[in-house]
């Protein structure tokens, strides 16, 4: 093999990890903003039960 085959194949390897890595991250933070959501929902019913509790002491 000529030294240029090796940089083709270098190049090849790097571009490859580097998509499998974006492709990672991106998994990640789908990950993430699902469990916001969850944390923001979680949230929204805590000040609505506590909305609802003042109301009825008043």
């Not at 990890?17 to 993430?32: D, N, T």
């Amino acid at each position: 093999m000529q030294g240029g085959t090796y940089l083709v194949i270098a190049y090849i390897v790097m571009w490859a990890g580097l998509l499998v890595y974006l492709g990672w991250i991106a998994l990640r933070m789908r990950g993430v903003r699902t469990e916001l959501e969850a944390v923001r929902e979680l949230v929204r019913e805590r000040e609505q039960g506590a909305n609802q509790g003042k109301g009825a002491d008043e």
